[in-house]
């Protein structure tokens, strides 16, 4: 008798920063630097409070406990022009990024689905050649509700014309487990220096290297022959 040989997953979506992308780390940096621009001593445990947020909700919400007089618009320009910089020219690549990719490549749909704004995206991923690896790409400018909300994923679902369960992704954040699980997909939580305090336990799976994430894959796909 043979063995059932249809994969349970059709697509392998990712988050880019903090996945794809060495780069929580260095967003604080950047924010604490703007934030000091204008005189507000935010600690960086403050900052992780937001890590997968929108960057607007997240400046609104600083500006608000802080009560800053500074303008909202003026701020998140200020921060904006300065993630161009750190996109063009700082943020790393995740070392094992390229490898994994190109190992899942042809084997399932890839899509990136990101909270972050179209432009930047579009810096990065032709900054490391990494558009041909992705059918698509979901960013805040495609979506009216971002990440913690269920939208982005659901979104990439209709665009490419599959279920929710014949989805995973890679998350880093809690905003976005909670994103993808609210849509309906599995979800691999990848841990490091950056979110380990973080409570990450509502992802199916959680590894600490994206060299890892073929292996989950080949695990469940296992479990259901």
């Not at 432009?119 to 509700?145: A, M």
């Not at 490419?160 to 849509?183: C, F, H, M, R, Y």
Request: proline content about 3%.
């Amino acid at each position: 008798m043979e063995k059932n040989t249809v994969k349970p997953f059709r697509s392998v979506m990712w988050d880019l920063d903090g996945v794809l992308l060495d780069s929580e780390s260095l967003h604080i940096r950047a924010e604490l630097e703007t934030f000091k621009e204008i005189g507000l001593k935010v600690s960086e445990g403050i900052a992780k409070e937001y890590l997968g947020v929108k960057l607007d909700e997240y400046f609104r919400d600083i500006l608000r406990r802080f009560n800053a007089s500074t303008s909202f618009e003026k701020v998140l320009h200020s921060h904006y022009e300065r993630l161009k910089k750190y996109y063009k020219e700082v943020f790393p690549l995740n070392r094992e990024a390229i490898s994994v990719l190109k190992s899942l490549y042809g084997e399932y749909i890839l899509i990136l689905v990101t909270n972050r704004e179209r432009e930047l995206v579009d810096i990065v991923i032709d900054r490391f050649n990494l558009r041909h690896f992705f059918k698509f790409v979901i960013t805040s400018d495609d979506v009216v509700k971002s990440k913690p909300d269920p939208t982005p994923y659901l979104t990439a679902c209709k665009w490419l014309g599959i279920q929710p369960n014949e989805g995973v992704t890679v998350e880093d954040s809690l905003a976005g487990i909670i994103s993808a699980k609210d849509a309906g997909l599995v979800v691999i939580g990848l841990i490091g220096d950056h979110n380990r305090s973080e409570d990450l336990s509502k992802a199916d799976f959680l590894v600490e290297r994206l060299s890892e994430v073929p292996g989950i894959l080949r695990k469940i796909e296992e479990a259901k022959v």
